[in-house]
């Protein structure tokens, strides 16, 4: 039988923030299951997106910090994701 009064994931799970000026207001957290894209508000905070593995949070990162509301052309977009991937890699 399940356990109804049983929510959210067991204590004593391990988490792992990972930050870095590059990622500017978004951090990376790393659990036993993915790793969680999260967005730093002024009150608040709010996952992303949920990736299998680091390389790919970086990605969903990047492409969020493109993403600063303003009007973009494709090619401009492509260039810019292609430069902050740049910068990415050469830290990791």
Known sequence: MAN????????????????????????????????????????SESVMGYYHDLPTALIGASKYLQLDGKEKTLENYINKLNNKLDELRSIV
Do not use: C
């Open 4 to 43: 109804y009064n049983f929510k959210g994931r067991p204590p004593g799970t391990n988490k792992v923030k990972i930050t870095s000026p590059i990622l500017k207001e978004y951090y990376i957290v790393q659990d036993e299951w993915s790793y969680n894209l999260v967005k730093r508000n002024k009150a």
